[in-house]
């Protein structure tokens, strides 16, 4: 069954500080994960795309995987009042294209100025 | 920078009546899809669409839902009977096989349509 946790928050934390999210998961076929951003009543953004297990960084952004224990997680560094949104993680099985992606409800981060 | 857009931006319907949500994907792109969020629920897959057919279809997507692309630029959903349950916000995403991360793995979401079925 194809089904993907995420703790809905809030999440708020000072200006700054190190922000952790994560999700966990129970499907072993996934194998590609990603980090969208979404903001209210805007369309989901992607920021961060991991294929199998692994670390990916991309400025402020870290993308962890470890798929022994089907849990991957975003640190942002530096966080900004601007980083506050919902933060989804999604993944599949299959990078072709066919296979839609399977979502977490989204963790609603809040930086405080 | 391209973008998926999606009209209208809120659509509002009786129970009963048929809908049409409109996207236009980006250009070089060959994979598209329907997905839908319910307030305050997770994101959820409808369909994906490649090559003029139907690629692969979640249980939500019964016989109410259909999908097309009647010309080069736009890609459709149609509720046919609409229910009360069917209000939520429908994005409109599409993707390119060929880019180097594969496709669903980099797919461009539209801000969505805002149905409510009163």
């Known amino acids: 069954q194809k089904e993907v946790e995420q703790d809905p928050g809030p999440l708020s934390v000072p200006e700054g500080a190190i922000v952790s999210l994560n999700c966990t998961y129970s499907n072993s076929a996934f194998q590609y994960f990603m980090w969208y951003r979404q903001y209210s009543r805007k369309g989901p953004e992607l920021l961060m795309y991991t294929y199998s297990s692994g670390n990916k960084e991309d400025g402020r952004f870290t993308a962890q995987v470890d798929k022994s224990s089907k849990y991957i997680s975003l640190f942002i560094r530096d966080s900004q009042p601007s980083d506050s949104a919902t933060y989804l993680c999604?993944?599949?099985?299959?990078?072709?294209?066919?296979?839609?992606?399977?979502f977490g409800k989204g963790t609603h981060l809040i930086i405080q100025p | 920078e391209p973008e998926v857009t999606q009209t209208p931006s809120h659509q509002v319907t009786q129970m009963g009546q048929e809908v049409i949500l409109r996207c236009v994907p980006i250009s070089n792109h060959l994979y598209f899809y329907w997905y839908r969020q319910i307030l305050g629920q997770k994101v959820e897959f409808l369909v994906s669409?490649?090559?003029?057919?139907?690629?692969?279809k979640s249980e939500i997507f019964d016989d109410q839902f259909s999908v097309e692309r009647p010309d080069g630029s736009n890609f459709t959903l149609k509720i046919r009977s609409t229910k009360l349950e069917d209000s939520a916000m429908y994005f409109c995403a599409s993707s390119d096989p060929g880019s180097p991360r594969g496709g669903d793995t980099e797919a461009f979401f539209g801000q969505g349509t805002r149905l409510t079925v009163v």
């Open positions: 999604a993944m599949s099985g299959s990078g072709g294209g066919a296979d839609g992606l399977t």
């Open positions: 669409f490649y090559n003029n057919e139907i690629s692969e």
